[in-house]
């Protein structure tokens, strides 16, 4: 009777499971077929020893853009009449604090990788010939992102102090 009753729950799960593993399999192929993506490995994409300099590149394009963004739109205080004005100033201030301390997070991460490559990897020849160059612009430009995050704090203590100043009130920082 056991024995019976537990044939008949797994028959039961199987007929339920609905999807069998051909349809599976099609769906997958097709799904592959519509995707647009192509997927190439380099050295760059793998982040070998040799693609360490093109990915510094990368980043200094990247801090270049988010110095464009933030000349591009300054923030005046004779411009701000109005609620709506003064509340996307502080988004703007606020997005642009942001993204400082998100720049500079990652590149205490990228700066940590290499010093661990520094002190882990045995497949570089003459790694501190390589690696030191790369880990002193780094540092430097970690010194960068963080005087960024300084500078953007100031510009939106500033605002505060502008937006109590001119009798406004305080809710429109929010």
């Known amino acids: 009777m056991k024995t019976a009753l537990l044939i008949l729950v797994f028959n039961s799960m199987v007929f339920a499971q609905g999807v069998s593993l051909g349809d599976a399999a099609r769906q997958e192929r097709a799904r592959q077929k519509n ?7 380099t050295n760059e994409t793998l982040g070998t020893a040799e693609a360490l300099p093109p990915s510094a590149e990368s980043d200094k394009a990247d801090a270049d ?3 464009a963004a933030d000349l591009k739109a300054p923030i005046k205080v004779e411009e701000l ?16 604090v942001k993204r400082a301390e998100d720049r500079v997070q990652v590149v205490q991460l990228e700066l ?3 010093n661990m490559d ?20 780094k540092n430097k430009e970690l010194g960068e992102s963080e005087k960024a995050v300084i ?5 939106l203590t500033q605002l505060e102090d502008d937006l109590s100043r001119s ?5 429109w920082a929010r």
């Open 112 to 114: 940590n990788k290499l």
């Open 65 to 67: 853009a988010a110095k």
């Open 118 to 137: 520094l002190l882990t990897r045995s497949d570089i020849y003459n790694k501190e010939g390589q690696l030191n160059p790369l880990i002193d612009a």
């Open 151 to 155: 500078v953007a704090r100031e510009k």
């Open 167 to 171: 009798g406004a009130p305080v809710g």
């Open 81 to 96: 009449h109005d609620e709506v004005a003064w509340r996307e100033a502080f988004k703007q201030a606020r997005d642009t």
């Open 35 to 41: 995707s647009t993506g192509n997927l190439k490995v």
